[in-house]
């Protein structure tokens, strides 16, 4: 009988080991897709294949989210201010802030949203949606590049998206490195720390 019950304690570590190490896997090997083109809050076109050789900072939200979005947007902004005064915003690293609501999140709702947190439009925090003329093809590029990072969202029908929580540090390559909390939860202080010892 003792036997039998340490034989099925190993069974159910290995078990909860290998679903681990099947999630940490899953992580360390996500990037961006190359073919992932979207427009900017001032209506160009972006292609992360053409990106520029730093790390990225990248947040999923809907510019009408009432809570844990804007929250974090206000955070990186402080986060921001710290690594412009160190001097490596925008020479190590920069920012993407992508709508998974391309179609109410025009360009133009993108740049109003940058512009009320003031958020310096200095090249180095791109905001991202679909191209109003392209929004269905742009919508699911939307999809593949958050799900290419585990992250889930969708529309229960109110207009208000129930979605993952997390924002994700990419390397130069557009591989992944590391996922932060969302909202209240994103300390800005940690997620400093590793940017600062990957740079």
């Not at 979207?38 to 510019?63: A, C, G, W």
Request: aromatic residues 12%.
């Amino acid at each position: 009988m003792k036997k039998m019950y340490i034989i099925c304690s190993i069974i159910v570590v290995l078990g909860i080991t290998a679903g681990i190490s099947y999630f940490i896997l899953r992580d360390m090997s996500s990037s961006i897709p190359e073919d992932i083109s979207l427009v900017t809050m001032h209506n160009e076109e972006y292609e992360f294949s053409k990106s520029d050789n730093k790390l990225k900072l990248i947040e999923f939200m809907y510019t009408h989210c009432p809570d844990i979005c804007p929250t974090t947007t206000q955070r990186m902004n402080l986060l921001k201010n710290d690594l412009v005064a160190d001097g490596v915003f925008g020479k190590n690293i920069e920012f993407f802030t992508i709508s998974i609501d391309p179609y109410r999140d025009t360009p133009e709702k993108m740049l109003h949203y940058m512009n009320t947190f003031d958020i310096e439009d200095d090249g180095n925090w791109t905001l991202l949606t679909g191209d109003q003329e392209n929004i269905k093809e742009d919508q699911a590029e939307i999809r593949e590049l958050a799900e290419s990072f585990q992250f889930q969202y969708r529309d229960p029908g109110d207009g208000f998206y129930v979605h993952s929580t997390f924002v994700f540090l990419l390397d130069e390559n557009n591989k992944f490195i590391k996922k932060f909390p969302m909202g209240e939860d994103f300390d800005k202080d940690k997620v400093y720390k590793k940017i600062m010892k990957e740079i």
